[in-house]
């Protein structure tokens, strides 16, 4: 009868290493695939609303002349910022865009958007002219 024998991994020279043996992917506080460390927090609890540095304002640079609404500042996650949009679009009746951490609508939306913003809690500040 044959004697049963752990998988072996690495066999160097006289030493072997058993599959699994290193110390970092048995500890426990070592890698295990999901690392609380590597999570990354919810940005919209750690800085709510009313505390974000919202900014919104209308240019024209490299829009070939056209007059965009840009608004920056806004900590939240894509899918949030992807709904935002979508109200202020529906709400607007213009085309927009997220692009990064910032959002584009088309055309001189500034005062709409204030108000929208300030009635979902956010503080928003006109910035540029």
Do not use: C
């Amino acid at each position: 009868m044959q004697k049963h024998q752990p998988p072996y991994i690495h066999n160097i020279g006289d030493q072997t290493m058993p599959r699994g043996g290193w110390q970092e992917f048995t500890d426990p506080g070592g890698f295990s695939g999901q690392s609380s460390a590597l999570e990354r927090p919810d940005i919209s609890q750690a800085n709510p609303k009313e505390q974000q540095a919202v900014r919104v304002q209308r240019t024209r640079g490299g829009k070939r002349g056209k007059t965009v609404t840009q608004i920056t500042g806004l900590a939240l996650t894509a899918t949030e910022a992807k709904a935002l949009l979508k109200r202020l679009k529906a709400r607007a009746g213009t085309g927009g865009t997220v692009k990064d951490d910032l959002l584009e609508l088309q055309g001189d939306q500034v005062t709409l958007v204030m108000d929208v913003l300030q009635s979902e809690g956010f503080r928003p500040k006109q910035a540029g002219g």
